[in-house]
């Protein structure tokens, strides 16, 4: 049964801009991949993968400054409550400073322990570190614009976050261009030029919620925005969302660590597959994401029609976009490898894998809808568990090939996927139950 035409309407309203905004981070990362491919050295091509791993596992952990606001402020808009609206992000973007300075702060026994963790090459681990030691003072800027953008979401102003995407990323790529092709500052240049694009595009989003939003207009009320009993519902519904966010760093930065220590080859081969990999999942995460805020409406409004709908029409949508992603990969990632490195030997490897990447699509989407569902409802204990029971089925089914090598990593990541999928459609009754007991208790 297909979902109603005005639901699909409003998803593909909302997650249009997503797609596009989406589209651009998986750019900027087969633009780094490209110029430092470009030097045709093998180490620096790892040492990317590896920083990139280092920050997914730094910045991803605190992904619910993004997803906690987008659903808090949803939920606020569907009871149409601005005060609780300017609240939330107010108290999101205090969290992200706080949070950020802290990691500077810490930035050596991270390192610290990272790096006594990996098993990459010595040439791979140096050239790294380096590129951590810059990236890393931008964490306060970073977390920022994670609240900022869940902020827009929840307020289903998605074209205001494409708009942050692409500042984000073309001032990147700019400065990718200046730093590393044209000064030849290495994995050093691409380190340099994130944390300005990132400074640059704070600046604008407070443009944005100043200008748009009239975020800035009137008194601020300190007692409200720090009230301890909103704050604690804040953590209560950060913890989980976190912790399901770094089994799932967790997740992805073994499967890079475990290419590594296959050696460099395969770790290089697996960064070119990654690119489309990561390509293919963000824009399918725009259907989840625009899932995310009319879940949250939903479930502001107490609307258990509304959130029916939104569920068939993002499975449908998007198990769509999945089997055209799956057929364009098929076709054109070949060609697209040529541009990523010169290096014959990696694109060689990467063909040889190059069937599990093109699969990824029609095996994942089912996750990621599911995610935005869940976290939009604030069902997040519900994910906590499956992303727990999913991590460790990833593991033993990792163990149990391991023996096939690199093909062995692929199709145990394989398996993961359809595990968080299959543990999250176990709960799925509940983004109902959820509803109806939140009316039940307000007839009460």
């Known amino acids: 049964m297909n979902p109603p035409d005005a639901i699909t309407h409003r998803l593909y309203q909302i997650a249009g801009p997503i797609i596009l905004a989406n589209l651009a981070t998986p750019l900027l990362g087969m633009v780094d991949t490209a110029v430092i491919g470009q030097l045709g050295e093998t180490h620096l091509l790892g040492a990317l993968a590896l920083g990139a791993m280092i920050f997914n596992l730094v910045f991803w952990g605190f992904g619910f400054l993004r997803m906690g606001t987008t659903a808090l402020v949803a939920q606020a808009k569907g009871r149409a409550d601005p005060t609780a609206i300017r609240n939330h992000l107010s108290r999101s973007l205090l969290l992200a ?3 950020g300075v802290l990691l500077c702060l810490l930035q050596q026994p991270i390192a610290s322990l990272i790096f006594s963790t990996t098993g990459a090459s ?9 590129y951590y030691q810059i990236r890393i003072w931008g964490a306060p800027l970073h977390l920022m614009l994670l609240a900022m953008m869940g902020y827009l979401l929840g307020q289903q102003a998605s074209r205001y976050v494409l708009i ?3 500042i984000l990323n073309l001032t990147n790529i700019l400065l990718d261009l200046i730093f590393v092709v044209l000064l030849e500052w ?5 380190a340099a030029a994130t944390l300005i694009a990132e400074a640059v595009t704070l600046i604008a989003g407070f443009w944005i919620l100043g200008h748009h939003f009239k975020f800035f207009s009137g008194a601020f009320n300190p007692a409200q925005i720090l009230e301890l009993k909103a704050i604690k ?8 969302i976190m912790i399901r966010t770094l089994c799932l760093i967790f997740a992805f930065a073994w499967f890079t660590d475990q290419g590594a220590r296959l050696g460099d080859l395969s770790l290089a081969a697996n960064l070119i597959l990654m690119q489309f990999v990561t390509f293919s999942a963000f824009f399918i995460d725009g259907f989840a994401i625009a899932s995310e805020s009319i879940m949250g409406e939903a479930h502001g409004k107490r609307d258990r029609h509304a959130a029916n709908d939104i569920i068939r029409a993002a ?5 769509l976009l999945a089997l055209l992603l799956s057929v364009a990969l098929f076709f054109l990632s070949p060609g697209i490898m040529q541009l990523l490195t010169s290096s014959p030997t990696v694109i060689n490897e990467a063909t040889e894998f190059s069937l599990w990447m093109v699969a990824t699509p029609l095996i994942s989407f089912a996750a990621y809808i599911y995610d935005g569902l869940f976290i939009g409802a604030t069902k997040t204990a519900e994910m906590r568990t499956a992303m727990v029971v999913s991590l460790l089925v990833y593991l033993l089914a990792w163990r149990l090939t391991q023996s096939f090598e690199n093909h062995g990593l692929w199709l145990a990541l394989m398996i993961y996927y359809v595990a968080r999928a299959v543990s999250l459609g176990y709960y799925q009754r509940r983004l109902y139950e959820f509803l109806d007991q939140d009316v039940k208790t307000t007839e009460k």
């Open 97 to 99: 400073v706080f949070l």
């Open 122 to 130: 010595p040439g791979v681990e140096a050239a790294a570190a380096t």
């Open 164 to 166: 942050l995407q692409l």
């Open 186 to 190: 290495s994995v050093e240049g691409v």
């Open 233 to 240: 519902a804040l953590f209560r519904v950060n913890r989980d």
């Open 315 to 319: 499975f449908f949508n998007g198990g």
